[in-house]
């Protein structure tokens, strides 16, 4: 019983060690991507959602999103902003709010199709790409916080969209050191959830 006992006690230590290093690689690959831009000209500049907050104001993260993708615009990377992010807690849905950001930046409406539906990064791209498919645009710049860049174009890959990223490097999940630490992590998990789900149920 005491040797069975101490094989159990061995093996579950190799397995904390084994999650321990993976977690530890994927954290480093999240990383190292977040702060690549890959900007050049696409048809569309994709901004994918995040909180609002109370008052319809835009989350820090959000507005640090919107900026980027208004700043691409203006550069002329691409002539469309697509906004992306349905109703969370607080009205109005993220798209809106980004909508009005754009706008007062001086973005034409016709410049900007909004996607009010999308719950989810995954949701986001399913919508990218039938909007996309609809305007006959094949290639999109992808816009979020640097710890998700990994994620998101992965997900746009095998939703069918050509992606480059671009990164709101502006952003307090990135520029504040805790903040990024946390979001990284929290990462790690959600990026090991989506390759499970892909390998159970691929599309």
Wanted: net charge neutral; aromatic share 10%; proline share 6%.
């Amino acid at each position: 019983m005491g040797r069975k006992l101490t094989y159990l006690a061995v093996a579950l230590l190799l397995a904390l060690v084994a999650v321990a290093a993976l977690f530890a690689v994927t954290y480093r690959t999240i990383d190292q991507r977040s702060g690549r831009d890959e900007s050049r000209p696409a048809d569309v500049i994709l901004v994918l959602g995040s909180a609002v907050w109370p008052n319809e104001q835009p989350s820090p993260s959000l507005r640090a999103r919107t900026a980027r993708a208004i700043e691409l615009y203006q550069e002329g990377y691409a002539p469309y902003l697509l906004l992306s992010g349905a109703l969370g807690r607080y009205p109005p849905e993220e798209a809106e709010v980004m909508r009005r950001l754009a706008v007062e930046a001086g973005i034409p409406q016709e410049a900007l199709f909004l996607d009010k539906e999308a719950h989810s990064t995954w949701e986001s791209m399913q919508k990218a790409r039938e909007i996309m498919e609809q305007q006959g645009w094949e290639t999109a710049i992808v816009v979020s916080d640097p710890f998700h860049m990994h994620r998101s174009l992965l997900m746009a890959g095998d939703a069918g969209i050509q992606a480059f990223g671009a990164p709101a490097l502006d952003s307090p999940t990135y520029t504040v050191p805790a903040r990024r630490g946390f979001y990284t992590s929290r990462e790690v998990l959600a990026l090991w959830w989506y390759l499970l789900q892909r390998t159970v149920n691929p599309t």
